[in-house]
């Protein structure tokens, strides 16, 4: 994995790994998930990171799975998301939960594959954690300034 034997998997390295597993990322969804895994800013990942991301990644597949996608199409309707979602403690209103699915569904089929699925459970998993920055006390509630809203929009992508 790590082609240049330098110690740490870029954002190409990291794209090639993940599709001989079957998720087929574009460049720019690799190097938002390296931006999640990497506090140092270097646009790469040590293998211990890269163990622990494979650990995620398999337990969203494994998610994706039980939702028992349709056998024709592999995808799952966004009621089953929904509930799924429900399930993992993402209470989300309506208006949010339809946003997200617009976004995450290109094909606008009102429903989700797989790469859509984990592209979607990464920006919760961003947002979330980037929302606990700003509450530390876990209050569920953030007071932002312009600056300080850019910041978490940069870095929920």
């Keep these: 994995m790590d082609k240049d034997s330098n110690g740490h998997i870029s954002v190409v390295e990291l794209q090639a790994a993940l599709a001989e597993g079957g998720l087929n ?8 998930i390296i ?4 506090n140092t800013r270097t646009g790469t990942i040590t293998f211990d990171v890269f163990e622990r991301l494979h ?14 996608p349709d056998s024709r199409t592999g995808r799952v309707s966004f009621e089953e998301v929904a509930r ?18 617009i976004r995450f569904d290109p094909l606008q089929a009102h429903s ?5 699925f984990m592209a979607l459970t990464l920006f919760l998993r961003s947002a979330t954690e980037t929302f606990k920055a700003f509450d530390p006390a876990d209050t569920g509630v953030v007071h932002l300034n312009f600056t300080q809203f850019l910041y978490a929009a940069v870095n929920s992508n």
């Design 25 to 32: 990322f574009s460049l720019g969804t690799t190097a938002s």
């Design 35 to 38: 931006r999640q895994c990497n």
């Design 55 to 68: 650990a995620f990644l398999a337990t969203v597949q494994d998610t994706f799975e039980r939702m028992r």
């Design 84 to 101: 799924t979602l429900a399930a993992l403690d993402y209470r989300l209103e309506p208006q949010v939960r339809d946003a997200l699915f």
């Design 112 to 116: 989700m594959g797989m790469q859509e």
